[in-house]
């Protein structure tokens, strides 16, 4: 009969998850042992917890089954808890499984309230039952299976998400009984769609618009989105989590609404007659700060796995429906076969004249003096090859790729969205499973993160960091310009943060690196990095005070409150005439 | 009228706060401000979170007030979590004020349980009340005053620990009102102390025996404990979270005993007849694994701030008392000049031979191939200057300098104790506002808050880190190697954990290295380290596979169970004829 741990692993590998990203610890020594004598796992030791979780988030997002990490009791589990909650708000799947004290210690630490019986516990259920779909320490040999099974059927149904099975190290070596009880899900009842009101919507649109978000990607039902927009020639926009959902060549694609959006996108969504909203939580930062002024001449279908962002209401939705999106579009594709819809190329050249007009990449960033960080990554992002996972750090970084990447057929585009966490970058190590990885990322964010450096050379991992090198937090540097009168404070070399040398870094490491400082460079030195086998870094060393635009603007009003302009009057603001 | 932004930073530099630790970010705009705007405060931006709790932490045990954090929303708050969860375990009074989401959007996100309604936005409640003495969020510009007031009164008042105050974006810049309602503690009740038996004990022992934790730190009783142990020659040994009670020339001082104790101290422990518990929680780590064992003969009396630790109960003592060290031991001062105490001068002889039979550090080990750890520290205590905060960071490293430290006057000696985490050396930046610091660190630890070296160099700070590079995670090396059969997996270059090269990265990072690889150049080179002015690392390749002893060993039942030696049975077993 196999012990508690043995039986742990077992079962997530009988899942299907292959690796488990760890840092080991005393109170985790069995489930370590475990995961040793598991011949067909694989462990990826990382340097800090954080990036265990974090590796995981990607390797769920991009496996659709859990990510697997390995932790220990107390510092261990806590470090972990920034990748958690980051996977909690990208309803990601992820299995977390960390060593504890002995079960009598912490039953009594639980009981008692005391700050501590043993060392290095800490109870963890308060800490992260909010950032989890279920949380459970196994107290008795004889309730692990109970426990994996409803851990892991709460990680991948409805809305997705991390869960964590806490083990008591005196649990863990312990044999299980013959029997066990299993966990049986109670039946989920199928929603019924008003069918009706749908095919109306669409029959009388003349300018439908969908917006994907990531329980599109979440759902795997990038191909039904796809088949039935070209069907019909429905423009698409995406939001940050969604941006996986299309390419960038598509002629369908229209941009990437949001705070830090494109023009194209937030006149489509402004002037749609239908907007069908899929699998995207409406979050501010894609609505901008009115969601009630949000598309206001369309009837507004929003259809998605979790009641509470249906219910959320900031944008006055027509219909609701709470429905798997894999299943509602492919029962869409079918429906619509019988609908009277037709295509509506004028409304599709239209959004792809806007799309023309307003380019995200302005031509004139390449003649800026240093390296404009849109021009960069544009060319970046025309040299990096298709089947590559682009992961996507914080900052003006990501705001600034996610406005001007053109994603390839066959790229994935992962960032830390709901979170939006610095040393994000990190989590390629739970991409470089499946082949190629391009992290991008900012100075500030590297640094949060550098340790795993020696995570890439030690496993050879086939991850390219890209390191805009901004001199530090360029966000925060154009918040204490505009909103501070240029008081800056620990926001670069002049305010607290440091200027760091990564490339010095990366060799320390024993990572090839490749700085590129001029923008004539930067072709032949992208190619370089990209026929270098296995991890490089990148140091780019971009303006350090940017334009970041287009975006919403916000003014400091008498009262010190903040007042955001509309979402189609977009900063620098348009000459009304032009528009 | 000021903000209430403003309002936080004066009223913690009222309260004699001088320093905040902080990473800057959006969502904390106005406080960040405000920080800048107060002249009395000076900012030290860490490069993660996880630091800036972690030197709030050491800077409150070294001032005795708490020290200050400043961190964002979401990710900035979870990625601080570690460092509280430490100061909650090791009775550290700390201030963490965090930026968040706007007021209305969090009380919505409470309210709705929904993941998230703003970006980067987390509920922090549920994640760090388990881990603080008091969390609020101001929600209404007005409770300000109250909750500064409450929040520094719980930090401070009782057991000490972590207070958390969280700000939405949109309070931050909010004038207050020109009244609030500030807080009233309710009194503390005097105890009732039992004098006439703690007399009787006294009058009667001839064995007297003071075991001194923390507490009498926090308390700044060690003056007042010193007195009353000189006066009557009574012994003292010292939790590990203690050792900054006593010199280690004290002539009454006898050791640490503990998992990874001395024979001295266990001997005197088993021995005496009469023991006075002060300020120790007698966690495992002190008291081993069988604590109705401790001290079999002696009347024990305990006191103690939280009553909770008093209630634990697994070491059978006599007489409980909760109260304040410092009151206590100023009390027993004055009540026992009435007292008939003998001195004990062949007690402390008795117990201060066995400390010169069984010294921790032996002479062989200056033979062993390599550089033996013990050796070094022994070598490294002696070099190090009085007057220096020695922090030391988790794992084998902290085991072997607290068996071996010889404590000059002084010298402050700071661990992580109750959460044993790795990386936190790189908490020393908390105390290098008080003058000079070494951080002692395995590689394992120092990896963990690596990213840190840029603070170090940017600021230029006193600290001398020694790397004690053993090639991965030594303690959990002996781990595998004593229960899996040299099953290793996650312990060293062989199995997942790189050998990393401290002087490269330090060098990359801008800081001056120092490495010792051979014994004989220690005494020069350490006395190198000290001689450079500002921050040096200091990488000493010891022993990769070192004997860590005497300690407490354990062996595996048939049943998977671990069962471990009596506490005065220490491995290496003496030969019983030998004792």
Known sequence: MMTVAEYIFDFLNKKGISTVYMVSGSSAMWLTDALYRNENLKAICCQHEQVCTMAAD??????????????????????????VAGAWLDSSPMFVVSGQTNSKILAYQKASGIRQKGTQSLVLGDMVSGITKYFAEIMDPADTRYHMERAYYEAMSGRKGPVWIDVPVDIQNRKLPDEMNGFTPSSVEIPIIQWKEIRSFFERAKRPLILAGYGVISAGAEEELLFFAEKYSVPVVTSRNGIGVIPSDNPLFIGRPGS???????????ECDLLLILGSRLAQSTTGYY????????KKVMVDIDE?????????????????????????NIKSETWDISTHSAWVAHCRDNKMKYPTVLSEYEKEEGINSYFFTKKLSELTPDHTTVVVDTGSVCNIVSQSWELKKNQKYIISGGLSCMGFWASSIGAASFG??????????????????????????????????????????????????????GVGP?????????????????????????????????K??????GPVVCEVMVQEFGTIAPRIASRVMPDGSLKAAEFDDLWPFLDKGNM
Chains 1, 2 share one sequence.
């Open 260 to 270: 830090y959006g494109d023009r194209a996108s937030h006149f489509a969504v402004q």
């Open 528 to 533: 370089k990095v990209f026929a270098i086998e």
């Open 291 to 298: 969601p009630d002024h949000l598309a206001p001449n369309a």
């Open 436 to 489: 190629n990885v391009i992290a991008l990322s900012g100075d500030g964010a590297t640094q949060m993160n550098i340790q795993e450096f020696a995570t890439l050379a030690y496993y050879h991992l086939s991850i390219k960091l890209f390191v805009y090198n901004n001199k530090g937090y360029m966000l925060i540097r154009h918040n204490q310009h505009n909103y501070m009168q240029d008081r800056f404070l």
């Open 494 to 526: 002049d305010s607290g943060v440091p200027s760091i040398d990564f490339c010095a870094v990366a060799k320390a490491y024993g990572l090839p690196c490749v700085r590129i400082t001029e923008k004539e460079e930067i072709e032949d030195k992208v």
């Open 58 to 83: 990607v390797y769920g997002r991009t496996k659709g089954i859990p990510g697997a990490a390995l932790v220990t009791i107390g510092p261990g589990a806590t470090n972990a808890i920034t990748g």
């Open 308 to 332: 509470k962002e249906l219910r959320k209401g900031d944008v006055p939705v027509d219909l609701s429906i709470q429905y798997d999106l894999k299943k509602f579009l492919v029962e869409l």
